[in-house]
């Protein structure tokens, strides 16, 4: 087995801080151990009023992981993967090691080419509908990771935006709510984490679609508006299960989504808020299939979307175990 250096091992972290996390939170540390990657979630960072039981936490770590397992296969090698692998560090959310030497296919390079294009979009889409050859492609990203993406058609489009709309409401009268929401919003000058201005876009001025109410100084919004499109693609990504296994499942099925999102050139905007209250959540999930909805995502075409910041490896980057 050729061995692999702790640059390029570097590197590929590098690219996995790319990923998208609950509000920039980037809550993910990575121990390099010989040709092994350890990947930590990190608690400290997790949003205490929004996610208590650390569900989007291992859902962002996951993204960080399929986006190192990414980046390793596009580097011409497979990526071994073992999920939890230690009991006893519930922190320790997988070990990946770049296994065997093989030749990257076009789709790994084309996937690992859209890591750095991809940016959340919270901008108005236009009316052009996503072709059911791209959505195909989207479900059978889902598929790929074992979870499930089904795409809300009229009527059950309007209850989802309806459901979101309520879980805003909901999570407005929550206690810390704005104040946690403050934090991760405000404008620090070099600072490297949370959500710069430039990515928070304009209010939904028909208050359509339950965009986070980010922006929001004293419970009014403190941006303008503008109108978004009348016919929202939503989504809904779903796993059978919901313990953390099944989080890392999403997290990973949601960065492959992204990812195969970008390349076809369609924004995307991760959306929350229905999965983060409890009833709201239970009415999307299915309870006799035992699939849970983990996530939902709006598809469609609009503006470019700009980067935000990430903290440099150095700062995600644990001591190696000989020297802990
Ligand atoms: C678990 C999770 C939940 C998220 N929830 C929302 C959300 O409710 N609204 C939103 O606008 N963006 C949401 N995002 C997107 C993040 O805010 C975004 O990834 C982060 O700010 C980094 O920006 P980037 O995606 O452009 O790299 C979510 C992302 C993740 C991984």
Redesign the pocket.
């Known amino acids: 087995m050729a061995t692999v250096d702790r640059k390029a091992l570097t590197r590929w972290i590098e690219m996995a801080t790319?990923a998208?996390?609950?509000?920039?939170s980037q809550p993910w540390r990575f121990r390099v151990d010989g040709d092994t990657v350890e990947v930590y979630a990190d608690p400290a960072r997790r949003l205490e009023v929004l996610d208590p039981e650390g569900r989007?936490m291992i859902?962002?770590v996951g993204?960080a992981l399929f986006t190192l397992r990414a980046a390793i296969r596009a580097a011409g090698r497979i990526p071994a993967v073992a999920a939890f692998p230690d009991p006893g560090v519930p922190d320790l959310v997988a070990r990946v090691r770049p296994g065997r030497i093989a030749e990257p296919g076009p789709d790994a390079l084309e996937l690992a080419a859209a890591i750095d294009r991809?940016?959340?979009s919270?901008r108005p889409f236009t009316a052009a509908v996503v072709p059911a050859d791209a959505v195909d492609k989207l479900k059978e990203a889902a598929i790929h990771e074992g979870a499930r993406l089904a795409v809300a058609g009229g009527a059950s489009r309007t209850v989802i935006v309806s459901l979101g709309r309520a879980a805003a409401d909901r999570l407005r009268r929550r206690g810390g709510y704005f104040a946690e929401l403050n934090r991760w919003t405000r404008p620090v000058p070099g600072r490297l984490d949370g959500?710069p201005a430039h990515?928070i876009g304009p209010w939904d001025a028909l208050e359509r679609i339950p965009?986070?109410d980010?922006g929001v100084v004293d419970s009014q919004p403190s941006r303008r508006g503008e109108e978004f499109e009348a016919f929202p693609t939503i989504t809904v990504l779903t796993t059978v299960g919901d313990a953390p296994a099944q989080w890392l499942q999403a997290?990973q099925a949601?960065q492959r989504i992204l990812l195969v999102a970008t390349r076809l050139h369609l924004a995307t905007?991760?959306?929350?808020?229905p999965v983060e209250i409890p009833a709201i959540r239970d009415v999307l999930s299915d309870p006799r299939t035992g699939r849970w909805a983990q996530?939902v995502i709006r598809l469609g075409y609009g503006p470019p979307?700009a980067?935000?910041p990430r903290r440099p490896v150095t700062e995600v980057l644990l001591a190696p175990a000989s020297e802990v």
């Open positions: 790319l998208p996390s609950l509000h920039n989007e859902i962002s993204a991809r940016h959340t919270r959500i990515a965009m986070r980010f997290g949601l905007t991760p959306i929350s808020q996530m979307a980067a935000t």
